[in-house]
């Protein structure tokens, strides 16, 4: 199994703090890696695709990248509707998440 | 725009079946697969498995044994049924959709919003 290492599991912030978040993949997952946002009782949003790709109606604000077995994704400036849980997908071999990451106000 | 919709009982006995049915709505359940992952509670989410609407299905490995997914083309549902249960199947259970071509998969988009099932005597 490729294991996701998702870090930090809580992140604390204020609006207009850049913040970023990072997913590490036990083995070369290429760039089939994914991000989503989830909010509590709402389905998990699609956010970024094959690494770095922004889904169609994702602010701008959304960025991702990788390097290697590692990946980022990074909020250039949070607002308040992304107080929320991220987490990692990859879709290489099977699929594995990683444990996600709650994003709250500082 | 596609929605899906998780549906089936909230507490399990131990020993018994889990099963639950995701109704899609707004779109066909053709030409795509249908993915069951669940989220047990404080904890990361583990995909449990996914059909094709042929009726092709793949498992994870460590579910494998005890999970049937199946499809309903005249309903556009797929369901899961979960053998065996426990306490550690106690979980968040969502329904997603992906998009695979002969050389790769999508990521799942979109999901159901989830379905607490409990499993306790």
């Known amino acids: 199994d490729i294991q996701m290492t998702q870090s930090p599991s809580t992140l604390s912030a204020s609006v207009g703090d850049r913040v970023t978040i990072t997913c590490r993949a036990s083995?070369?997952?290429?760039?089939?890696l994914a991000w989503y946002q989830q909010k509590p009782g709402k389905a998990p949003k699609l956010l970024i695709y094959k690494a770095s790709r922004l889904e169609s109606g994702v602010p701008s604000r959304f960025s991702a990248s990788e390097s290697g077995t590692e990946f980022t994704l990074t909020i250039s400036s949070l607002q308040p509707d992304d107080f929320a849980t991220y987490f990692c997908?990859?879709?290489?071999?099977?699929?594995?998440f990683g444990q996600g990451t709650k994003v709250e106000i500082k | 725009q596609v929605q899906l919709q998780e549906s089936g009982p909230g507490l399990v006995k131990p020993s018994e079946t889990l099963s639950l049915t995701c109704s899609v709505s707004?779109?066909?359940?053709?030409?795509?697969?249908w993915s069951w992952i669940r989220q047990p509670p404080g904890k990361g989410l583990e995909w449990i498995g996914e059909i094709y609407y042929s009726g092709t299905t793949d498992y994870s490995p460590s579910l494998k044994s005890r999970v049937t997914i199946s499809v309903d083309t005249s309903k556009n549902q797929f369901s899961l049924k979960l053998s065996s249960v426990t306490a550690a199947d106690t979980a968040m259970y969502y329904c997603?959709?992906?998009?695979?071509?002969?050389?790769?998969?999508?990521?799942?988009?979109?999901w159901g919003q989830g379905t607490l099932v409990t499993v306790s005597s």
């Open positions: 997603a959709r992906r998009y695979c071509s002969t050389a790769n998969c999508s990521p799942f988009d979109p």
């Open positions: 083995q070369s997952i290429s760039s089939w």
């Open positions: 707004g779109g066909s359940i053709r030409s795509y697969y």
């Open positions: 997908h990859q879709y290489n071999s099977y699929s594995t």
